[in-house]
């Protein structure tokens, strides 16, 4: 053995402060990673090389070899391995470095006259490595399995299925080795050892756990209540929740099989009702009344179902001999109340957009109306992204709109909701004159003539095409419309940043002869100090109105 004195290695750490010191972004003298010596290669080389060889190992075949001889020729990506070589690379850099200079000094002189090896940083993914050694180790891996019990559903009863023995590998031993081994980027085969593995329980217990079973189903029916819906469970679900486990008996020192309700099975049940027993908080609406902002539809808290304290009242129910369950639910609390209207910032009117449906018939003009209605005092917050159709909800006879004829696919039918493009087209406008910024519009396919010069309006037509905009302003905007005569106006009312908006247009070009046209308008926004903030040009493609009214948007 080789020993240095505290005189040696300071007469090193001497001689070799020269070269040692000026690393830079350079690994220090000596440093390798799993065989890859990167000594003084800046970091952008070390990276490349590292992520080559780490692509190649994790493609590479590794052997797991038992004892008796059995193979098995798999990849370390098989087995949820990935080599992170950011991180390898900031734990080697970290040699040599410091606030320290003589520990830095020591540790470089020590690099260099020993060498540092910096194992790979491996990382596993648990999930997928479980499911590697179920699946590709399962014929050198099978763990025993417990005397059960399966629900016919056809005769109801409960089958028995006898224990089996097993034969198991030592997992971590397994593991360890397989870890090591992509630390050092080695394919060197994994040996591993195996011994049998013996049911817990074979006989013990099982009448009386089959017994229990039974009982539990033939107690039923049990009803499930959540707020105004109920249900019966059905048998086959029921006994789904029954867990066959082996408990041990430490007084004679052995397992006996048991039948338990499983909560996390009913929560597995439960998660398919959460998505109809959701109750979406409402926001309060607001009017601008004397240029205050008043609440003139309260919020409603909303429900949200609690599966894991759900699970439990099942559970207890049915172990309690209860036939009734009442389902626990969380409140959602509406993000807008109509005690924090003081709060919201909206003093002045950032924007507003007109149009006129003079000429309309009857059950159009009604429909335009309910359409308002919808939009009146909704609340949007700084940052959010507004959906025309989102707000709209479902256009039918229930939702108060009435049928208007138009001819689709050259026939005469009625559709609902005519007239809402006019509401669209209006809250386009002021959305742009706002200088918000617009994420989705689509021109109408003809030009519509409540809308005034071509360019400046946008279809919708629930799911597709929505008319889109965030509220790009530093504070929550209001909503709101009025109706002059025939003139439709909606107007955004939030806080006054200092913006300036410009629209050019809408301006049309290409007029063709049988009536097709197109159009643009621009929409410029400047910030306080007259630095563009947004421009956006919105085309619009009308075709020829001769091709009118098969492909109409009956919502025109």
């Not at 992520?51 to 190992?57: G, L, M, Q």
């Not at 992509?182 to 195996?194: F, H, R, T």
């Amino acid at each position: 053995m080789i020993f240095f004195t505290p005189a040696f290695l300071t007469g090193a750490i001497l001689f070799a402060t020269p070269p040692i010191l000026n690393n830079g972004d350079k690994a220090i003298q000596g440093v390798l990673v799993a065989s890859a010596d990167i000594s003084k290669m800046p970091y952008d080389e070390a990276f490349a090389l590292l992520e080559e060889k780490a692509e190649n190992f994790l493609n590479s075949q590794i052997t797991i070899r038992t004892k008796d001889g059995y193979e098995i020729k798999v990849t370390p990506q098989q087995m949820g391995i990935d080599l992170n070589v950011e991180k390898t690379l900031a734990n080697a850099y970290k040699h040599g470095r410091g606030p320290n200079l003589p520990v830095k000094l020591t540790e470089q002189v020590r690099a260099l006259f020993f060498g540092i090896k910096e194992p790979m940083y491996v990382e596993i993914d648990k999930k997928h490595f479980s499911g590697f050694v179920t699946n590709t180790l399962a014929p050198i891996h099978r763990p025993a399995k417990n005397t059960t019990f399966k629900y016919n559903t056809d005769t109801e009863k409960f089958e028995q299925i006898e224990a089996i023995d097993g034969k198991i590998i030592d997992l971590p031993e397994f593991f360890d080795l397989a870890i090591s081994r992509s630390q050092a980027l080695s394919q060197e085969e994994i040996i591993v050892s195996q011994h049998n593995d013996l049911p817990l329980v074979k006989t013990e217990g099982i009448l009386e756990a089959k017994n229990t079973a039974e009982d539990i189903i033939e107690s039923g029916p049990y009803t499930i209540e959540a707020l105004d819906k109920s249900w019966e469970v059905e048998k086959e679900d029921l006994a789904s929740w029954i867990s066959f486990i082996p408990i041990r008996d430490t007084s004679e020192q052995k397992h006996a099989l048991s039948a338990v309700i499983s909560s996390k099975y009913i929560e597995d049940y439960l998660l398919q009702f959460v998505p109809g027993l959701q109750i979406e908080p409402v926001n309060a609406k607001f009017n601008l009344n004397n240029g205050k902002v008043e609440a003139f539809s309260l919020a409603k808290e909303g429900k949200a179902l609690d599966v894991a304290e759900s699970a439990r009242i099942v559970k207890e129910s049915i172990e309690n001999g209860n036939p009734v369950s009442i389902l626990a639910f969380n409140d959602i609390l509406p993000e807008i109340t109509s005690e924090n209207i003081d709060n919201l910032g909206i003093n002045t009117l950032i924007g507003k957009g007109e149009s006129d449906y003079a000429g309309s018939p009857n059950n159009r003009i009604h429909n335009i109306k309910v359409g308002f209605d919808k939009y009146q005092g909704i609340l949007i917050a700084p940052g959010e992204e507004f959906s025309f159709n989102q707000n709209l909800g479902p256009v039918n006879a229930a939702s108060g709109y009435l049928p208007e004829l138009v001819i689709l696919q050259d026939r005469t039918v009625p559709q609902y909701g005519g007239g809402l493009c006019q509401v669209s087209t209006t809250l386009f406008r002021a959305a742009v004159n706002a200088g918000l910024e617009i994420t989705q519009r689509s021109a109408h396919s003809f030009v519509v003539q409540y809308y005034g010069t071509p360019g400046f309006d946008a279809t919708i037509y629930p799911p597709n095409p929505d008319l889109k905009f965030k509220n790009n302003t530093p504070g929550y905007m209001l909503i709101q419309y009025k109706i002059t005569g025939t003139k439709l106006t909606f107007e955004l009312y939030g806080q006054d940043d200092g913006r300036r908006v410009e629209i050019d247009g809408p301006h049309i070009y290409d007029r063709q002869a049988n009536g097709a046209m197109k159009a643009w308008v621009k929409q410029t926004v400047y910030d306080k100090n007259d630095n563009v903030m947004e421009e956006q040009t919105f085309y619009s493609n009308y075709k020829s109105p001769s091709l009118y009214p098969v492909n109409r948007n009956p919502l025109e």
